[in-house]
C-alpha cells in the first residue's frame, strides 16, 4: 500500500498527464485504441505510414522466398500483416 507521501505525489503527477492539447494531437490520439491493444490490427495508418508500412512488408517478403505458404503466414503475422499470397 502507498503511503501518503505517494498518494500525494502521485495526485500531483497526475494533473501533468492530460493529454495532447493541439488539435493535430488529440486527433491522433483519439486513433490509439484502433491502432493498439486488441484491436491493433485494424489499418488506420495515414498515406505516408501506410506507404512505409507497405516497405517494411515487402522487404520482409523478398527474404521469404521459398518459404512454404505457412512459414510465409508466420513471417507476415510477425511483420504486422497477414496476407495469402
Same mark, same amino acid.
Given at each position: 500500500?502507498? /503511503?501518503?507521501?505517494?498518494?500525494?505525489?502521485? #495526485?500531483?503527477?497526475?494533473?501533468?498527464?492530460? *493529454?495532447?492539447?493541439?488539435?493535430?494531437?488529440?486527433?491522433?490520439?483519439? #486513433?490509439?485504441? %484502433?491502432?493498439? +491493444?486488441?484491436? +491493433?490490427?485494424? +489499418? #488506420?495508418?495515414?498515406?505516408?505510414?501506410?506507404?512505409? &508500412?507497405?516497405?517494411?512488408?515487402?522487404?520482409?517478403?523478398?527474404?521469404?522466398? *521459398? &518459404?512454404? &505458404?505457412?512459414?510465409?503466414?508466420?513471417?507476415?503475422?510477425? /511483420? +504486422?500483416? #497477414?496476407? %495469402?499470397?
Amino acid at each position: 500500500m502507498p /503511503s501518503m507521501d505517494q498518494l500525494i505525489a502521485n #495526485l500531483a503527477n497526475a494533473q501533468h498527464s492530460t *493529454g495532447p492539447k493541439s488539435e493535430q494531437g488529440k486527433h491522433r490520439a483519439r #486513433l490509439n485504441a %484502433y491502432r493498439h +491493444g486488441l484491436t +491493433g490490427q485494424i +489499418g #488506420l495508418l495515414t498515406a505516408e505510414e501506410n506507404e512505409a &508500412f507497405e516497405l517494411h512488408c515487402a522487404g520482409i517478403r523478398s527474404h521469404c522466398d *521459398g &518459404f512454404c &505458404f505457412h512459414q510465409r503466414a508466420h513471417v507476415q503475422t510477425a /511483420s +504486422g500483416r #497477414l496476407e %495469402y499470397q
